[in-house]
């Protein structure tokens, strides 16, 4: 129904920056927030940038002054640009979308496939 796919990782030095892009399609009817999560080898997923409709960011503790998220409502996309990037920052990143695709129906999660940001000393 809903398809979320991600682009612009990569190989990086400590310091470094990346811009991830995220586009979503399918049956959307309103887009309530996306967002980023990461998830490192033997880690639990966790959250990283999140923007709602309305432009409200949150960011986690570990990434403030580094990671900027934005995000494009009409194309229903959503930005990361990763700055400083230490290499605590490799993680393989996952778009989400929460997203209504009818006025009938809940809203609900949607994923991407990931995609691969390795930070190197």
């Known amino acids: 129904q809903v398809q979320l796919v991600e682009s612009g990782g990569g190989l990086v030095q400590a310091g470094g920056s990346l811009r991830l892009s995220c586009a979503a399609s399918?049956?959307?009817?309103?887009?309530?927030?996306m967002g980023w999560y990461r998830q490192a080898p033997g880690k639990q997923r966790e959250a990283v940038a999140t923007?709602?409709?309305?432009?409200?960011?949150s960011y986690a503790d570990s990434v403030k002054g580094r990671f900027t998220i934005s995000g494009d409502n009409t194309n229903n996309s959503v930005f990361l640009q990763m700055s400083s990037l230490k290499t605590e920052d490799t993680a393989v990143y996952y778009c989400t979308a929460n997203v209504y695709v009818g006025s009938h129906f809940s809203p609900r999660d949607y994923w991407g496939q990931g995609t691969q940001v390795t930070v190197s000393s």
């Open positions: 399918g049956s959307i009817f309103r887009i309530n927030a």
């Open positions: 923007i709602t409709s309305g432009g409200r960011t």
